[in-house]
């Protein structure tokens, strides 16, 4: 499979109690298109932090982050933010006074991919596959259930047409038998729609179902 994200001498610290602290070390990486990839590692390892630098939310110290082929510095964050990926958190992050279908409309308001003419249509549909009926896509989101509120999280992050999905413990708040439905959703993302996701987790029954699982320690990823 071809590279999608490469991640090359990728480094981060920050000053606690005047004392440095190194979180990622010289770290280098590469996901491919359509893999679904989980991140390990215990509290503290950084796996937040990676994951808000690769999304274009903080910035390394030093290194260099390429989606496909082009430094993203080059790309520009914001171009790079806007069309290349989405994120899904384990808070949803949906916006409240919108209902489900407002909210995924809203996501297709914020790109400059190109997306179908009749966007109203694709939103219900998309919903819809991810187990959300017209009847709840009209609903407030507040009004659904975690699982459901989830569900339309992921429809939102696909709703872009990006390429990369990240996620940062996006069922960590789900009961076990919603956390393996939504990790299926992941799965068919990356295997149906080509998409590269990249989740970061606590959660073995999260990584067993992924492609490829990957551990953060001492500030490298390394492959299990």
Sequence with gaps: MAEIL????INYSYIDGGYERQILKDLSYSFEEGRFYTVLGPSGSGKTTLLSIIAGLDTANSGEIYFNGQNVKELGLYRYRRN????VFQAYNLISYLTAVEN???AMSETDNK???DRKTVAYNLLS???IVRSKADRMVNQLSGGE???VAIARSLASNVNLIFAD????NLDTATEKEIIAIFKELSHDFGKTIIVVTHSDTVSQMS???VLLKDGKLHTL
């Excluded at 290349?84 to 994120?87: C, D, L, T």
């Excluded at 413990?169 to 960590?172: D, I, Q, S, V, Y």
Aim: charged share 25%; net charge positive; no cysteine.
């Design 6 to 9: 490469r991640l090359e001498n």
């Design 115 to 117: 997306l179908p003419a």
């Design 104 to 106: 995924v409309l809203l």
């Design 211 to 213: 492609d490829q699982r």
């Design 129 to 131: 596959r991810f187990g």
């Design 84 to 87: 290349a990926i989405s994120i």
């Design 169 to 172: 413990e996006p069922t960590g």
């Design 149 to 151: 509120q989830q569900r």
